[in-house]
């Protein structure tokens, strides 16, 4: 269960979250939805402590994440970053097996490795990769090879930032099934951010609109269509005039 | 007074880089006590600081030490000293530019490597991946590269200070004449134990110094390559300056009494 009341942050005089309340269930599927740089990014960051809110509360299972013990905490989390962020100098399966290679988790070599070669398989990729370098990648694979580290040590809270952006839509079919299963299998939490409408429909229990900095519109999947709400509408339908500026 | 103000402005930043500076070499010094350690990155920053060093090192010292006895020849011709270049070699080499030339050198190509690779991994957001993977940036990036410098960088400099040596030697007993016995002999005999031990520690603290910034101002860098940029020069800056001033220090400090 995560759990945001009131957060703010701002970078200089740049005003991004002006008050987010935001509840995710545990074992729910969240999505978050809403404009370019409308601090999609941040809010998750909040609550992984990578970016200290400048006011408001998160809290996880109803503990505050500024008082947990920071190496449990971050051991239940999995992310993947937006932009994947591997480590160029190791390769695609050390990377997939960071936290099986070192720390409480470890494992042995050879074992660490055969995970990896099956999370790397889960999310569409062959083990021909598993000894490549991040670089000799395309974008759509390394975002795949971050997916597979972040559900590689089967975390209780996952989250994906656009993890489908830059994919084909056969490959996006596969990875919106993916993080499906792990919700509804592993029962596991997730908070999902994406702008592709059918990764929505196909991964969320209940979504959330972020606008203004603040969350605009939160419901059941199901409500997103009839929410009558002229925000929620125009960027689900995808228009360009309506009350959300084009011009950010 | 706008002028005082930016002076003003402008010190103030480099106060409070000091002290932030200052905070970061504390904290690394207490995670270098405390596990867990990453033996194997240690390893390979072992290797890139001090094995892949040597060719440049080795230069530098040869070339200076063949100048020194050069210079000193000639120099010393004037009240008819030229017997003293071994001696004066040996102490120049040993004592200061060793030291202060391999520490040059190594804020030169560590200090600048370092700084740009850590500044890149916190632009690509490396850095929050390593948290989120549960590893401290700090035990994992910063503590490997800091410890290892601090124990390469004295024997980098105690193996320029000895072709430091051998190249004022070559050129003292090819070019000027000298008997390469006695040579030899002089410089052995002139040298004292304190003379390698402060070269030595000097080695450390460069060391020390040099890794620290590259790895403060990659940990620091701004957004962009422009952040990456300015976060590599800063870095080499501030460790050519730091390593100049401590060896100040060093020399006042052993040698003054
Ligand atoms: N470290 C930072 N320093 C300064 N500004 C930042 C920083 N991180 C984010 N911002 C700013 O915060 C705003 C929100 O950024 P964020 O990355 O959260 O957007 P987003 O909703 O994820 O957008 P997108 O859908 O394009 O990824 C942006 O205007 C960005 O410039
Ligand atoms: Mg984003």
């Known amino acids: ?248 | 007074m706008t002028f005082l103000a930016a002076l003003g402005r402008a010190l103030l930043t480099l106060l409070s880089q000091i002290g932030r500076a200052t905070i970061f070499a504390f904290e690394t010094l207490s995670h270098m006590v405390r596990p867990p350690f990453y033996v194997k990155e240690f390893g390979h920053a072992v290797l890139t600081i001090g094995y892949f060093s040597l060719p440049v090192v080795g230069l530098t010292a040869v070339f200076t030490g063949g100048a020194l006895a050069l210079q000193i020849y000639s120099g010393g011709a004037r009240f008819s000293a030229e017997a003293v270049v071994p001696q004066i070699v040996a102490i120049g080499m040993v004592r200061e530019l060793g030291p202060v030339l391999v520490g040059l050198m190594i804020a030169a190509r560590v200090t600048s490597s370092i700084a740009a690779e850590i500044a890149t991994m916190k632009v690509t957001e490396q850095i929050d991946a390593l948290v989120t993977l549960s590893t401290h940036p700090a035990k994992y990036l910063t503590v490997p590269r800091v410890l290892a410098a601090l124990i390469v960088v004295p024997a980098l400099v105690g193996i320029g200070d000895i072709i430091g040596i051998l190249g004022g030697f070559v050129v003292g007993t090819e070019q000027l004449g000298f008997n390469p016995g006695t040579y030899l002999k002089n410089t052995a005999d002139f040298l004292e134990a304190a003379d390698i031990w402060s070269s030595l520690a000097k080695g450390a603290v460069f060391g020390f110094l040099a890794a620290l910034m590259g790895c403060y101002f990659g940990m620091n860098s701004g957004r962009g390559a422009q952040g990456v940029g300015r976060a590599t020069k800063s870095s080499v800056e501030a460790a050519a300056v730091l390593i100049l001033a401590a060896n100040f220090l060093l020399t006042a400090l052993f040698f003054s009494a």
């Open chain 1, 1 to 248: 269960m995560i759990e945001l009341r009131d957060v703010h942050k701002a970078f200089g005089s740049k005003q991004v979250l002006r008050g987010v309340d935001l509840f995710v269930p545990k074992g729910e599927s969240m999505v978050v939805i809403g404009g370019s740089g409308t601090g999609k990014s941040v809010l998750i960051k909040c609550i992984l402590g990578l970016v200290q809110p400048d006011r408001g509360t998160i809290l996880v299972d109803g503990q505050y994440v500024t008082q947990a013990d920071r190496d449990a905490f971050l051991a239940r989390f999995g992310m993947l970053f937006q932009g994947a962020a591997l480590f160029d100098s190791l390769t695609v399966w050390q990377n997939v097996a960071f936290r099986l290679l070192r720390g409480s988790l470890k494992r042995p070599k050879p074992e660490a490795r055969e995970v990896a070669i099956e999370k790397l398989r889960r999310v569409g990729l062959t083990p021909e990769v598993a000894d490549l370098y991040p670089a000799e990648l395309s974008g759509g694979m390394q975002k795949r090879v971050g997916l597979a580290r972040a559900i590689a040590a089967e975390p209780e809270i996952i989250f994906f930032d656009e993890p489908t952006t830059g994919l084909d839509p056969i490959m996006s079919g596969v990875i919106n099934d993916l993080i499906r299963e792990i919700v509804t299998e592993m029962g596991a939490t997730a908070i999902t951010i994406t702008h592709d409408m059918s990764s929505v429909r196909a991964i969320a229990d209940d979504v959330a609109m972020l606008h203004g900095g603040k969350v605009r519109w939160a419901g059941p999947v199901g409500q997103m269509d009839e929410s009558g709400d002229p925000y929620l509408d125009q960027f689900v339908h995808g228009r360009a005039d309506g009350p959300i500026e084009a011009v950010r």
